[in-house]
T-cell receptor
């Protein structure tokens, strides 16, 4: 299994500001994923972050709005830029390992934009 | 692209009653299928998964699911529900081997009444 720590667990932010969410894994992993869960909605994949390469964004998500860093095999950050109330969501970090088909999830970051 | 349908947004059952949560998927081949549970304020926990072999899979917390190719379904069941099972349940599908992008259903919120 993998133990994933996300920080912060929750935050209330002013519109127009940016928030960086950290994801730390207790072991090296190949793939890291960032999801968004809007109120009353399912999880939507934002991007895939592999170490040593640019993140791959899903349709509807762009790097300028959600820049991602992946400096090593145990850490990643997601920044939500120029926030608006529509960005109020839970953001979850997920990891996968080569040879395993199970995805492990962090506890999520509950973001409220006012 | 694969998709997942969970037709029941909200289900209420009495404690001790049986439970079945429905899930239908759309994909040309046999996908990798998952059920996750999300308790209030918690991250996602994997209940069970199906890749191949026996179409009835056992998971944690007394849950099981049956893969029916002819119906493109992967319904989750539990013979006797406990109050602690109240949570949101997500069916998910991934294509190919290894951990790939996972597509989630919209989720079914389970309420358990005494």
């Amino acid at each position: 299994s993998a133990v994933i720590s996300q920080k912060p667990s929750r935050d209330i932010c002013q519109r127009g500001t940016s928030l960086t969410i950290q994801c730390q894994v207790d072991s090296q992993v190949t793939m890291m994923f960032w999801y968004r869960q809007q109120p009353g909605q399912s999880l939507t994949l934002i991007a895939t972050a592999n170490q040593g390469s640019e993140a791959t964004y899903e349709s509807g998500f762009v790097i300028d709005k959600f820049p991602i860093s992946r400096p090593n095999l145990t850490f990643s950050t997601l920044t939500v830029s120029n926030m608006s109330p529509e960005d109020s969501s839970i953001y979850l970090c997920s990891v996968g390992r080569g040879g395993s088909t199970e995805a492990f999830f962090g506890q999520g970051t509950r973001l409220t934009v006012v | 692209a694969q998709s997942v349908t969970q037709p029941d947004i909200h289900i209420t059952v009495s404690e001790g009653a049986s439970l079945e949560l429905r899930c239908n998927y759309s994909y040309g081949a046999t996908p990798y299928l998952f059920w996750y549970v999300q308790s209030p304020g918690q991250g996602l926990q994997l209940l069970l998964k199906y890749f191949s072999g026996d179409t009835l899979v056992q998971g944690i917390k007394g849950f099981e699911a049956e893969f029916k190719r002819s119906q493109s379904s992967f319904n989750l069941r539990k013979p006797s529900v406990h109050w602690s099972d109240a949570a949101e349940y997500f069916c998910a599908v991934a294509i190919s081997g290894g951990y790939q992008k996972v597509t989630f259903g919209i989720g079914t919120k389970l309420q358990v009444i005494p």
